[in-house]
């Protein structure tokens, strides 16, 4: 069993996604610069790792922290987008266990616009990459990030939640169909 807050490093959450955030509202608290916005969130002190995903439906920081300050996690968020007055309301966040959590359903795709979804494991493994690659993570996130990839693969493997119309565009077709003959 892996601990979670090793040497006091927890895992921190913070989200805007499509659950609370209209798309027009989401795209306000998107990162125009991603490798800025990751060296922006390590410059603070209490921040060791930072991974982002950022999709249509959803932007999402996974942070390595020694303390819980979501409100400092807002202002550098601020700081980064520029926009001095955005509203953190629709936020969601989660750290350690309630973090893992998270990461499982989003793998698994249990928290896509369309349950069971396939892109979205694709995405989390291109941000996880991404993040390696530039030295933006360590040792904490990769291996909470490695286990919650393969569990995202083996559920869609052992359950077929991601079989029939997994996508918005392919719903859309299958119902052009139906009406239309």
């Not at 608290?29 to 249509?56: P, V, W």
């Not at 920081?61 to 020694?66: K, M, N, P, Y």
Request: glycine content about 6%.
């Amino acid at each position: 069993m892996y601990k979670l807050s090793t040497d006091g490093v927890k895992l921190l959450n913070v989200r805007i996604t499509h659950k609370k955030a209209p798309i027009h509202t989401l795209e306000k608290f998107t990162f125009k610069d991603i490798d800025m916005a990751h060296r922006k969130f390590l410059t603070s002190a209490d921040i060791r790792e930072c991974l982002i995903l950022q999709t249509c439906n959803r932007v999402e920081i996974f942070l390595a922290v020694d303390k819980i300050e979501v409100e400092n996690i807002f202002q550098i968020w601020r700081d980064i987008t520029g926009i001095i007055d955005l509203s953190f309301k629709p936020a969601e966040f989660d750290h350690d266990k309630g973090a893992i959590k998270h990461l499982l359903r989003l793998t698994s795709g249990l928290e896509s616009l369309v349950v069971g979804e396939d892109q979205i494991l694709g995405q989390v493994k291109r941000a996880f990459e991404y993040s390696r690659q530039n030295c933006y993570v360590d040792s904490f996130i990769p291996i909470i990030f490695e286990h919650a990839i393969k569990v995202g693969s083996r559920i869609r493997t052992n359950t077929g939640l991601n079989k029939g119309s997994v996508s918005i565009g392919s719903i859309a077709v299958n119902l052009a169909e139906e009406y239309f003959d």
